[in-house]
């Protein structure tokens, strides 16, 4: 199987940093996208951010020029780095990562189990 762990979130002030990390373990053969997700109460599971195995980016409006996702393929980490942050950004964080588990087997989303983030105004 394989297992995603975040950690990083917690409680700030608007317009503090966090920076989130979600590692995969277990039998992986690569990685191919990886990603964050985040849930507020009462809203739909939303894309943040995310990354391709090449690097490309992308992030929702209403977090662009303030998030940055990157990853460690050598860790099989992604990292999200939170800046100026908005009681709005409130919400549990969610890793998610496409994972090849052996050289000819296709592609299986995997998800953490979420992390917290509260912005207090």
């Known amino acids: 199987q394989v297992q995603l762990v975040e950690s990083g979130g917690g409680l700030v002030q608007a317009g503090g940093s966090l920076r989130l990390s979600c590692a995969a373990s277990?039998?992986?053969?690569?990685?191919?996208?990886m990603g964050w997700y985040r849930q507020a109460p009462g809203k739909q599971r939303e894309l943040v951010a995310g990354?391709?195995?090449?690097?490309?980016?992308n992030y929702a409006d209403s977090v662009k020029g303030r998030f940055t996702i990157s990853r460690d393929n050598a860790k099989n980490t992604v990292y999200l780095q939170m800046n100026s942050l908005k009681p709005e950004d409130t919400a549990v964080y969610y890793c998610n990562a496409n994972v090849r588990r052996a050289i000819y087997s296709v592609g299986s989303d995997y998800w953490g189990q979420g992390t917290q983030v509260t912005v207090s105004s």
């Open positions: 277990g039998r992986i053969y690569n990685i191919n996208a």
């Open positions: 990354i391709t195995s090449g690097d490309s980016t």
